[in-house]
């Protein structure tokens, strides 16, 4: 599975940014999805997550209310809709795969996530 993050960018606190992750190659009966973020000097962090049958959602406290993931199984798509942008949003954020999982399981362990895309950059200004 190749997965590929799009939408990152520069925009100013208080603005909106929407994160696409576009996946090709073999797919697994039953999987999650997840999006997670790395500030410099920060280890990486869950941010959200959604689950095979899309009608789960999880997120971290800290965008709860302002972050709102969504998927589209038929474009193999997740999507990340980040709004009321703070500073600390600030990072890079990666788009994962965690293949044979249950129907409405949201994972937040990274190590079950098997597949990572590279990564998109989000920069708040303030």
């Known amino acids: 599975v190749q997965l590929q993050a799009s939408g990152g960018g520069l925009v100013q606190a208080g603005g909106s940014l929407r994160l696409s992750c576009a996946a090709s190659?073999?797919?697994?009966?039953?999987?999650?999805m997840g999006w997670f973020r790395q500030a410099p000097g920060k280890e990486r962090e869950f941010v959200a997550a959604?689950?095979?049958?899309?009608?789960?959602?999880d997120y971290d406290d800290s965008v709860k209310g302002r972050f709102t993931i969504s998927s589209d199984h038929g474009d193999e798509t997740v999507f990340l809709e980040m709004t009321s942008l703070k500073p600390e949003d600030t990072a890079v954020y990666f788009c994962?795969?965690?293949?044979?999982?249950?129907?409405?399981?949201?994972?937040?362990?990274?190590?079950?996530?098997?597949?990572w895309g590279p990564g998109t950059q989000v920069t708040v200004s303030s």
């Open positions: 190659g073999r797919s697994f009966n039953s999987f999650a």
């Open positions: 959604i689950s095979f049958n899309g009608k789960f959602t």
């Open positions: 994962a795969r965690a293949p044979w999982q249950a129907m409405g399981a949201t994972p937040r362990l990274q190590d079950v996530y098997k597949f």
